[in-house]
């Protein structure tokens, strides 16, 4: 029922920035709670960062809390990550869904299970 379609990713040296992008459909998009999730290789999937379905509540790990921002754009079903001052320690594959929020984390909903091919972040040291 819901697609999303991350992109956005590439190699960068450490230091650097990227933007990346996740737009969905089969959902009411401005309705849902979306975020963003980064997984490396022979880890769990884990959670980086939320934003409520009005931008009106946004959440961040303490790793990506200084340096990353989330945004969305509802009229074009798009959230946004701008992830700036890249580290080694953020490369991965980066996904997006819609989540569940809580009072200080956030995770994917209980019944998405349709993730995307997600877009690869390699950050050179």
């Known amino acids: 029922q819901v697609q999303v379609v991350e992109s956005g990713g590439g190699l960068v040296q450490a230091g650097g920035s990227l933007r990346l992008s996740c737009t969905a459909s089969g959902l009411t998009f401005d309705a849902a709670d979306m975020g963003w999730f980064r997984q490396a290789p022979g880890e769990e999937r884990t959670g980086i960062s939320c934003?409520?379905?009005?931008?009106?509540?946004?959440y961040y790990s303490n790793s990506a809390s200084v340096r990353f921002a989330v945004s969305r754009d509802n009229a074009l079903n798009t959230m946004y990550l701008q992830m700036n001052n890249l580290k080694s320690e953020d490369t991965g594959m980066y996904y997006c869904a819609p989540v569940s929020m809580f009072w200080d984390y956030c995770r994917a909903r209980s019944n998405f299970t349709t993730w995307g091919q997600g877009t690869q972040v390699t950050v050179s040291s």
């Open positions: 934003i409520s379905s009005r931008s009106s509540i946004r």
